[in-house]
């Protein structure tokens, strides 16, 4: 059975900073990786989905980075600004299953302070 | 990235009473949408799986007569909770993705709809 792990759990840093979030699955056999950011009760924005055969996506100041091998994906966040504040998800498809059957981990609350 | 639509955004209703929850795809055709359930401070899991045309498909351990799915256009499922009770007190999030094998598979999900029963 795939499990998902993100860690850390929460993080907060102040305004600027670099930061990665990891993302750890126990199944390397994916169809893709995809990250999302949710707000407090809202729901889920797609921010990159890395296919199985890819190392890397990129988009703005948001990097995320696929070792289906070692079952590892990171999210970069280059330069961090109050409104990232929010939890983020990693989730994976398993090969082989409908493309709706997502894996997520428990997500990572991120709060980026002035 | 394409538009899923949530209605309502939040409900409160009575023990005993049904509820029904729409999720639209805006600017995309959608074959097939997904129901999620999130528990306070949990992850989502899938609930079902909605097939324009068809009957949908249930994960374990879900009462398909309690959450009933009706998925009759390329553009709209309904979920509702039928005979809800406090236990079914959730945040409900759907989910679409443009037909299959098109973007990649990458899913779209809808601001997601508090459920209140009381």
């Known amino acids: 059975k795939q499990e998902v792990t993100q860690i850390p759990a929460a993080l907060s840093v102040p305004e600027g900073e670099n930061l990665v979030l990891n993302c750890s699955f126990t199944?390397?056999?994916?169809?893709?990786l995809q990250w999302f950011r949710q707000d407090p009760g809202k729901g889920l924005t797609s921010l990159l989905l890395i296919q199985s055969s890819q190392r890397e996506q990129t988009s703005g100041r948001l990097n995320a980075s696929l070792d289906k091998s070692s079952g590892r994906s990171t999210l970069y966040i280059a330069a961090s600004q109050p409104g990232d504040s929010a939890t983020y998800l990693c989730a994976v498809r398993p090969s082989g299953t409908s493309y709706g059957k997502l894996t997520f981990g428990q997500g990572t609350i991120l709060t980026v302070h002035p | 990235g394409a538009v899923v639509s949530q209605h309502p955004s939040w409900v409160i209703c009575k023990s005993g009473t049904s509820v029904k929850i729409e999720c639209r795809s805006l600017?995309?055709?959608?074959?097939?949408m997904f129901w999620y359930r999130q528990f306070p401070k949990q992850s989502l899991m899938l609930m079902a799986t909605?097939?324009?045309?068809?009957?949908?498909?249930?994960e374990q351990g879900v009462e398909k007569d309690k959450f009933l799915i009706n998925h009759a256009s390329l553009t709209l499922s309904t979920l509702t909770v039928t005979s809800a009770h406090p236990e079914d007190s959730s945040f409900y999030i759907c989910s679409a993705s443009g037909t299959s094998g098109s973007n990649g598979g990458e899913l779209f999900f809808g601001e997601g709809s508090r459920l209140t029963v009381l």
């Open positions: 199944d390397s056999a994916i169809y893709n």
């Open positions: 909605s097939n324009e045309g068809s009957k949908a498909t249930y």
């Open positions: 600017d995309f055709q959608a074959t097939t």
